[in-house]
């Protein structure tokens, strides 16, 4: 039998202890909370803002003080806007050249994934280190010749060198997340139709693509940011207005309407056509977000 | 022919890389299916390395016959061209800035992320999505966000941290590098979210066990987190320090100013691409942007090859 007044010293140390622990844990948390939070805020400040303005009425953009939610929505901001310049012809064009990308990149670069991860043929390993190899190569580093070539074979002002990439599979990022995921399949599936004399055209066809909606979809999705949000290859192959993309289109918006540096007074119209543009990668962003996430993390590879 | 070539290729390829047999009818199907890569590959890639190569010993202007000029480009660049000296510099500095500030940046809000917090989601939806929207629109919104007199982040500064004197961003030669610094911290959610996904592949068992060996929070940080990540952060690194060098949007939009000549003021957003893109389509140089090119994808590869042999090492792979 223990010392009733030893137990309790013990029972109260124990307490004490337990306390600190507990305090501690709790102001360890707060602080996670209020940095988590803020930061989050803060990154969603910009975005916040540029709808924000889009809002404003032009007069009061630079009212102090400053507000952050107009006293009055101008929506109509955006329909002046939008009929001020040719956006909608943009709008056609961008549709056109990212939705031809879209297509000729998910069958080009799943065709090579394919061959990369099941089929076996010689050089098959040098392939596959060159196409790593191009991933260290930008091609912003190489835009001035490349559009040397596209010149010499005669293509510049056509949206040929625009689409193009999208069908000769360049993107060696996707073609390497496909290849991983294509990995991860069970080769069984395709030895059972090859008993059956499957070609290796109708195994990619018939079996592999309808398993690999999920990393198609990925793909599909970063290929279609890439190309929204294209401007250095718009602007140098495009040269007739009429073929020009939102991108381009509201670089050229500013200029027109462009007063100074420092007065921009139609700060509300750009920010309107901002907003218009990156609406639909948030509504994409909102709807598959968990595609993204998982497209990244099963390659750790970006668009 | 093709099937004489592959039987070509193949019995070289045989001695090269010392395979064995192939079924010939299934190789045939593999490079039916690389040909659209193959062609891009050799189109797209290894031919503007070449042309790039050819260009830069010519003078060109976009139109018209090239003249040989032999290692002229070059000369002119290391010698006398001081916007090529300028260009080295700010996009040096801006890359000696951002790729380890970002890698940090990225480290600490996965860090965070990880910590089981409640709503992690959505916080997690809000740290990654400015890093998908990039392009004109954005370059416009920092414009405007980065006003000096009437910018809502001067604002906020102002009016928030009591900050006396605007920050003078964009508008300063020495505020230029900071903004664009800022920009690309805002679009880090990609590498972010590279090093989540290295952090949820760290056992929990490893982290009790040291708890139980009476390590502190820090020394578990960096004897198992750091060297448990640190494949992710790697990869984050190489991807960061190419990705820096490709910065030609946002300074082309924003200092795009009718008829000027300087990119940023005294040239303080001069970054090399974007000097490589005045040269080629305003001064009609293709010669000379060709040079360019060459010299920055050296640069760009050498880099890319420090990284790999220097940190590339003490990365910790687990056997």
Not at chain 1, 71 to 100: D, M
Not at chain 2, 67 to 85: A, Q, S
Not at chain 2, 137 to 144: L, N, Q, R, T
Request: with cysteine; net charge positive; proline share 5%.
């Amino acid at each position: 039998m223990l010392n009733p007044d030893f137990t309790a010293m013990v029972r109260g140390e124990v307490r004490r202890w337990a306390r600190g622990r507990i305090l501690r844990y709790l102001t360890g948390r707060f602080f996670l909370y209020v940095v988590a939070v803020g930061g989050a805020l803060l990154y969603a400040m910009p975005l916040f803002l540029m709808v924000s303005t889009s809002l404003k009425s032009g007069d009061v953009l630079y009212v102090r003080p400053f507000r952050w939610i107009p006293e009055t929505f101008h929506f109509e901001n955006y329909v002046q806007a939008w009929n001020a310049f040719p956006f909608s012809r943009y709008l056609r064009n961008t549709i056109y050249i990212t939705v031809f990308n879209m297509v000729g990149a998910v069958f080009s670069t799943s065709l090579a994934a394919y061959a990369l991860a099941r089929i076996r043929f010689p050089a098959r390993g040098l392939f596959f280190t060159l196409l790593l190899a191009s991933l260290l190569l930008p091609t912003e580093v190489i835009f001035v010749p490349t559009y040397i070539i596209w010149w010499r074979l005669g293509f510049v002002n056509t949206y040929v060198p625009l689409i193009a990439p999208g069908w000769l599979a360049m993107g060696a990022s996707k073609i390497f997340m496909l290849r991983q995921f294509f990995r991860t399949l069970p080769a069984e599936l395709e030895d059972a139709a090859k008993i059956d004399g499957a070609s290796p055209f109708d195994c990619y066809w018939r079996i592999i693509l309808p398993l690999s909606k999920p990393a198609i979809g990925v793909v599909t999705i970063f290929e279609f940011i890439g190309k929204w949000n294209s401007f250095v290859e718009p602007l140098i192959y495009l040269k007739d207005p009429d073929t020009f993309t939102l991108n381009v289109g509201l670089n050229m918006f500013r200029d027109a309407y462009y007063e100074q540096f420092r007065n921009m007074v139609r700060m509300h119209w750009f920010m309107a056509i901002a907003t218009l543009i990156v609406l639909p990668i948030l509504i994409i962003f909102i709807l598959l977000q968990r595609h993204f996430v998982e497209g990244i993390q099963l390659t750790g590879l970006k668009g | 022919m093709s099937k004489r070539l592959t039987t070509l290729a193949e019995s070289v390829l045989k001695v090269v890389l010392g395979q064995t047999r192939f079924s010939r009818r299934e190789a045939m199907w593999g490079y039916l299916f690389m040909v659209p890569w193959i062609l891009g590959f050799l189109v797209l890639t290894v031919g503007p390395i070449v042309v790039s190569a050819m260009m830069s010993f010519h003078d060109w202007r976009g139109f018209g016959e090239a003249r040989f000029v032999g290692l002229h480009n070059f000369e002119w660049m290391l010698t006398k061209d001081r916007l090529f000296t300028k260009a080295l510099q700010v996009t040096s500095r801006y890359v000696i800035l951002s790729v380890p500030l970002g890698v940090a940046l990225a480290f600490a809000i996965a860090w965070i992320l990880n910590k089981n917090l409640f709503g992690v989601e959505v916080l997690r939806s809000m740290f990654y999505l400015p890093s998908v929207i990039t392009g004109v629109a954005v370059a416009f919104m920092w414009m405007y966000v980065l006003d000096p007199q009437n910018g809502p982040l001067n604002m906020l500064l102002q009016g928030v941290f009591g900050l006396k004197q605007p920050v003078p961003w964009l508008t300063s030669p020495k505020w230029t590098l900071p903004s664009f610094v800022l920009m690309s911290m805002w679009a880090i959610g990609g590498s972010m979210i590279i090093v989540l996904a290295g952090l949820k592949g760290i056992p929990v068992s490893l982290h009790e066990a040291a708890i139980i060996d009476g390590a502190n929070g820090w020394q578990r940080l960096w004897r198992i987190t750091i060297p448990l990540v640190s494949p992710s952060l790697f990869y984050v690194l190489v991807i960061l320090t190419i990705n820096s060098f490709q910065i030609i949007t946002a300074p082309l939009v924003i200092f795009s100013e009718k008829g000027g000549s300087a990119i940023g003021p005294m040239n303080s957003a001069l970054f090399y691409i974007v000097y490589l893109y005045r040269m080629a389509f305003f001064e009609f140089k293709m010669g000379y942007a060709s040079a360019l090119a060459w010299i920055l994808f050296i640069i760009v590869m050498c880099l890319s090859l420090i990284n790999f042999l220097v940190i590339g090492r003490r990365v910790y792979y687990e056997e």
